[in-house]
């Protein structure tokens, strides 16, 4: 408590005790620029949580700078299985999380810069932190063609994309927070922000595909490091406040106190997948078995990410009715997940009659609704 | 404390709400004046910024005002609603979320003004609303102030703002509802108390420790539901000041309450079918049988495998012996006795194995060896007992601790593998299996399971059997034991302890002895494994 209230009225005094920071001496009440260590999605989505739950940002501002490592971060009212390859996320091990704030999908990994603009309600402004950051990129390349949009984009030379804009507006805090691309996978990032998905039909926020652009790509000199200096010292120029960036560990539960409650918060699944806006998946295709095609129809509402309803129509008597609606019966309720339909699908197998062709059927069958998820 | 006189007004004239503002003083009761409201404007913030706001009326209705939806700034004039978080019926609390409405990027929470209950919302989810326009209608609370009837007691006011003021002997005390109410349950005059929070707010913490000084005791928290921003746990309250010096402390019993309410939710997914599965393998008559293995030699064993292992890439943990062990063993057993037993179909599932673990790839190993003498053991029976099926494939699954449960992929044909074919398919599966990705071929067709639960702890267990298998084996943990040697001598053993389960319909307890001997023997005696091996 004692730390909270110096956060609160104090924070700079107090703050800068507690962390062992690059030279913490901000002077004026009105501004602070922190820096994570942490390259971990969800515990850097929880700082800003932290800040907008616990702050009075009645007359300071702050700018929170991020990275992390490969992560698909979808907006609040999003739909991941619209949004984005979620197979290819599984295979290379990139993360999945749900931001709190509106707006689009984004892929992230080291090579981009997060940058969080914290103010009261009163003052969000959006354009003016994108200006803020253009003259900043001015000011370190001065031939950048750099431009911010009314879409709050920021684009290169006219029409790559570099910057991506969303905000959360709370009772009484603000913030709005933008992408940059210094370095980023771009390929990995094309491939993996394109959905596979057929059939899908969402009143969930869609995303604007658009042609993106590294800023290494214009000039190879730059780095991540860089460019985070640049932007701190334009924040800092605005807001008549030191030079100075704050380190912070988003882990440490004695600075931030119960910011582990809100890390583990977004990395449940209900969170992630089960605050998708209600949506179906109405489509057919064809599956082969021993040299015949076979058409299967199916028609699955999905609700808080589980299936809902779920009705599966086959070639006739290609598979026991009975064997069919016990699938479509488990499955009504269970996740809209790959591995929880292989281990649902497998278990019930062991109460079914033990026939090698029975069992290859039910196996391509699921296995073929699984590439819906 | 200021003496807390609450006017009310019961006057409502049809149709018309009427409120009446309030200042509070210490001296005098000011009555500003009766607003007719049906709804708020800003102007109305504004003044009542001074004032408290007492809601007047009947016992049985409550007033319903319209909240209507704030500026969002940027001169944005209309959103979508995404989410609503309450519904129709609902009572809210002030500051508690409404709904999640969406502006060009921006998400917005919409927090109640009010205490009260839902009684209408005025948009669908992905309906435009607009800022100005009402988005709920609230019945303002009357529940609350149980003891309506009394003059003295305190009304929970609902304000425009964040905090009422209460103008006491000159200066205001801020504090929210909720800790108002705490200080009037426990007769605690809100001047006597230091707030600690923004602007000397008195929160909750305080009047807990201005109680806990009184009465010398740590109170349990108020399980209500706090308006302020989370909080870390109170310390506890320092001992008394010094000067209470003689006196003696009451501690004051209060029943401790427990606000935490049962949690009802369907099953489903995975967990209903293997509600459907248990109950099928609990038709079987299961017997157990359970011995003790001493692993020193293979520890030995997997401690000079290890650079081998590393060097192609492989971990190899106990299970792959035990695992190809149990298939060796089902085959000898046929050739032993000539005759043909009831075929005793071990499935060998390898059981929970961490990374690294050699001891269920050892287990494995041993499991198949084990097979290939009673068949039996790799067996299946059909529904009504009436036909055994001895399957040519030992299939033996491993059981996983993965997001959805305990799954059990298998390792395929292990009668056919050797040692380390067995460790990269573990390897394998295991890496599907933590990252969710493993497919029904993996997780169907095994014949015969063991489960390393020793990886978690324990030491014998009674695990069920996995329709449509016959027999199932759980591991414990390898503890450091002592034991007598063959001279008498004490000496450390590395001793496991396993459980196997079978079908006594068609398996009995001299074939899963015989088998349990046999596999045991091949682990204890790592180098009879290469006699059998095929």
Known sequence: MVILLSLKNCFQLHYGLKIPAAGFRCSANSGLIIQSVSSDIYQNLAVEDWVHDNMTLEDRHVLFMWRNSPTVVIGRHQNPWQ?????????????????????????????????????????????????????????????????????????????????????????????????????????????????????????????????????????????????????????????????????????????????????KELQTWDWIYGKTPKFSIRTCFNMVYKQSLLEVKVDIQVKHGRIEACNIDLPEQWLPPAMCSELEKNLTGSKLCPSETAALASTLLRVCPQNYELHSKWSLLCETVMTLM | MATVRALRSCSRTAGRLICVHHIRSCTSVRFIKSKYMSIFDKSAFKFSHQHRLFRTSTISNGQIVQFKLSDIGEGITEVTVKEWYVKEGDSVSQFDSICEVQSDKASVTITSRYDGIIRKLHYN?????????????????????????????????????????????????????????????????????????????????DILNYLAKQTGAILPPSPKPEIIPPLPKPETVPPAPKDRGTKIAIPISKPIVFAGKDKTEA?????????????????????????????????????????????????????????????????????????????????????????????????????????????????????????????????????MDTEQGLIVPNVKNVQVCSVFDIASELNRL???????????????????????????????????????????????KIQVLPRFNGKGEVFKAQIMNVSWSADHRIIDGATMARFSNLWKSYLENPASMLVDLK
């Open chain 1, 83 to 263: 949004e984005c390859n979620l197979k290819i996320m599984r295979e290379k091990n990139i993360k999945l999380a749900r931001r709190r704030s509106g707006g689009g999908t984004v892929y992230h990994d080291l090579g981009n810069i997060n940058l969080t603009f914290f103010t009261s309600k009163k003052k969000y402004e959006r354009m003016e932190n994108l200006k803020l950051v253009v003259r900043a990129l001015k000011a370190l390349r001065p031939q950048f063609d750099v431009r911010a949009t009314e879409r709050y984009d920021l684009l290169l030379n006219g029409n790559f994309k570099i910057s991506g804009t969303a905000a959360k507006l709370g009772r009484t805090v603000a913030y709005h927070h933008c992408t940059l691309l210094c370095n980023a996978d771009r390929f990995l990032l094309s491939s993996v922000l394109k959905s596979p998905y057929k059939g899908i039909k969402s009143n969930a926020t869609p995303s604007m595909p658009a042609l993106v652009k590294n800023l290494f790509e214009e000039d190879p000199s730059l780095t991540c490091e860089i460019v985070m200096d640049a932007i701190a010292a334009e924040y800092a120029r605005c807001h008549k406040i030191d030079h100075c960036i704050t380190l912070i560990n988003p882990g440490d539960e004695t600075v931030f106190p119960g910011i582990n409650m809100k890390t």
């Open chain 2, 125 to 205: 989810l992905d309906e435009i609303a607009y800022v100005g326009k009402p988005l709920v209608d609230i019945e303002t609370d009357v529940l609350k102030a149980v003891s309506s009837e009394e003059d003295v007691v305190e009304t929970p006011a609902v304000s425009h703002e964040e905090q009422t003021h209460q103008e006491i002997k000159g200066h205001k005390t801020l504090a929210t509802p909720a800790v108002r109410r705490l200080a009037m349950e426990n007769n605690i005059k809100l001047s006597e108390v230091v707030g600690t929070g923004k602007d000397n707010r008195i929160l909750k913490e």
């Open chain 2, 267 to 399: 099953v489903t997914g995975f967990h209903k079918a293997m509600v459907k599965t248990m109950t099928a393998a609990l038709q079987i008559p299961h017997f157990g049988y359970c011995d003790e293995i001493d692993l020193t030699q293979l520890v030995q064993l997997r401690e000079e495998l290890k650079p081998v292992a590393q060097a192609r890439g492989v971990k190899v943990s106990f299970m792959p012996f035990f695992i190809k062990s149990s298939s060796l063993s089902t085959y000898l057993g046929t050739c032993m006795y000539g005759h043909y037993m009831l075929p005793d179909v071990l499935s060998f599932c390898p059981l929970l194995f961490p990374l690294g673990d050699k001891s269920i790839k050892r287990a494995l190993s041993a499991a198949s060896l084990g097979l290939l003498h009673y068949p039996i053991l790799n067996a299946s029976v059909d529904e009504n007992c009436q036909s055994i099926t001895y399957k040519a494939s030992h299939n033996i699954g491993v059981a």
């Open chain 2, 430 to 476: 295991q890496t599907l299996g933590s990252s969710g990705q493993l497919g029904t071929n993996d997780l169907t067709g095994g014949t015969f399971t063991l489960s390393n639960i020793g990886t978690i702890g324990g030491t014998y267990a009674k695990p069920v059997i996995l329709p449509p298998e016959v027999a199932i084996g759980a591991l414990g």
